[in-house]
T-cell receptor, first 114, second 108 residues
């Protein structure tokens, strides 16, 4: 099992460009999440999904969009990139919110907007 | 008020020492609790869940105090490989709330 796979690992965007961060999991987890982590800061939730076809905003959703057409995939879309979106982005999944197993994280995408 | 608060440290301890971290949470209805470990420039990885009765995994012991709304992590006989940032994570509803992490460096 690959777990949670994120692509790309690194990306440099120019201001105003758009991109999609890909996330896929092969553990049949129903919950998926996108977080961003700024240097020296905790993880902040951008969006999450409790199952295919259902998405909800987290703490910092502005400037992002998501979709969940399948259980496996949860892409994050950045429209009109801004320098404030320079961060490390982590996708995660869990079998259940109250599951003892907690999260499984992808290895992250390091995004720089210049 | 933050959902989860941790002392950022850094904690610098010699090999073999015992070190403890605390984490407080604001929502008394929080349901699940975890400690994660994050190495520099890596993703967080689950270290251990925290159960109401307390639990131990080798050199690591986690405790939950619901009355005072804090969880703790105790590391005994610290190893160089324990150097990392330790994240406290609390679940409420559909979301997990992360602390900013406590940095630990174990010194030879």
């Amino acid at each position: 099992n690959a777990g949670v796979t994120q692509t790309p690992k690194f990306r440099i965007l120019k201001i105003g460009q758009s991109m999609t961060l890909q996330c896929t999991q092969d553990m049949n987890h129903n919950y998926m999440y996108w977080y961003r982590q700024d240097p020296g800061m905790g993880l902040k939730l951008i969006y999450y999904s409790v199952g295919a076809g259902i998405t909800d905003k987290g703490e910092v959703p502005n400037g992002y969009n998501v979709s969940r057409s399948t259980t496996e995939d949860f892409p994050l879309r950045l429209e009109l990139a801004a320098p404030s979106q320079t961060s490390v982005y982590f996708c995660a999944s869990s079998y259940g919110v109250q599951g003892r197993g907690g999260y499984t994280f992808g290895s992250g995408t390091r995004l720089t907007v210049v | 008020r933050k959902e989860v608060e941790q002392d950022p440290g850094p904690f610098n301890v010699p090999e073999g020492a015992t070190v403890a971290f605390n984490c407080t949470y604001s929502n008394s209805a929080s349901q699940s609790f975890f400690w994660y470990r994050q190495d520099c420039r890596k993703e967080p990885k689950l270290l251990m869940s925290v159960y109401s009765s307390g639990n131990e995994d080798g050199r690591f012991t986690a405790q939950l105090n619901r009355a005072s709304q804090y969880i703790s992590l105790l590391i005994r006989d610290s190893k160089l490989s324990d150097s990392a940032t330790y994240l406290c994570v609390v679940n409420y509803g559909n979301q997990f709330y992360f602390g900013t992490g406590t940095s630990l460096t174990v010194i030879p």
